[in-house]
């Protein structure tokens, strides 16, 4: 688990490593430098225009669609997170019964425990590190998705439904929005996991404030962005978690015959 945390703990540190090494406020085009720039913003900067072009140069359209179009390429990618965190929630009986039957702080008895548990996660065939690949991946797609809609000029300069895509929403309505959609996804998330942890709990209510208090400020494009990844999570999380419940279910012989 540490080291899960460790290497989570790295992909945000380089989230922001590449934030602060990019400016937002600069727009991308043919004429932009640097490998972030060139192989990942510009690429989807130019898909979001062609989208926009076909949606009658709608770039309010264009973004929800193109939303949904990585949210759907990544989504393979989510339900294989989603299998690895079942399969260590579904081992941590048995981790807690070893880290009590180990609980003693000497060096020999922690290193037994490390060893248990890896025997444990082989018998099982389950890779504790194996949750964290799809979000290395995920993260740099949805983070140069970001900046490619904060830095396409010409997203800045167009309306939709009620708002500026370059400006902040006036009537908030879009971050109280974005706000309630991610406790919702969160909410319904940690219920389908069945997870109590308290800590799991408390991020439920701080990421919504994460997320709206920079949609009161930031462009309008970014918080409908985020309203619709989100409302994409809400069903992606049904989906995929109802097909492994359908697939457990399957998994389990046919029972209710008594036998004589």
């Known amino acids: 688990m540490k080291k899960k945390v460790f290497a989570v703990s790295s992909l945000i540190f380089m989230a922001l490593l590449l934030a602060g090494c990019t400016d937002l406020n600069k727009p991308i085009n043919d004429e932009s430098t640097?490998?972030?720039?060139?192989?990942?913003?510009?690429?989807l900067s130019k898909f979001i225009i062609e989208v926009a072009h076909?949606?009658?140069?709608?770039?309010g359209l264009a973004i929800i669609v193109t939303t949904l179009i990585v949210r759907l390429v990544l989504m393979p990618l989510m339900?294989?997170?989603v299998k690895s965190s079942r399969a260590m929630q579904e081992l941590q009986p048995k981790i807690k019964e070893l880290q009590k039957k180990y609980s003693s702080k000497d060096q020999n008895t922690q290193k037994k425990l490390q060893e248990e548990q890896m025997k444990l996660f082989q018998q099982n065939h389950v890779n504790p590190l194996a949750g964290c690949l799809p979000i290395l991946i995920q993260m740099p797609i949805l983070f140069a998705f970001y900046q490619a809609i904060m830095r396409t000029s010409e997203i800045k300069t167009q309306s939709f439904l009620w708002f500026q895509l370059g400006s902040a929403d006036p009537f908030y309505i879009l971050p109280v929005i974005a706000a309630a959609?991610?406790?919702l996804q969160q909410k319904i998330m940690m219920g389908r996991m069945g997870n109590t942890n308290p800590q799991m709990a408390m991020m439920m209510y701080v990421f919504p404030i994460m997320i709206a208090v920079p949609a009161f400020y930031f462009p309008s494009a970014l918080a409908l962005y985020w309203v619709v990844g989100n409302i994409f999570m809400i069903f992606q999380t049904y989906?995929?978690?109802e097909k492994k419940d359908d697939d457990q279910k399957d998994q389990k012989p046919a029972g209710g015959a008594k036998q004589k």
Do not use: D, E, H
């Not at 720039?37 to 510009?42: A, C, E, I, K, R």
């Not at 076909?54 to 770039?59: D, K, V």
């Open 34 to 43: 640097g490998f972030w720039s060139q192989w990942f913003v510009l690429p």
């Open 54 to 59: 076909l949606l009658w140069n709608s770039y």
């Open 79 to 81: 339900a294989k997170q």
């Open 181 to 183: 959609t991610t406790f």
């Open 239 to 241: 989906i995929i978690y």
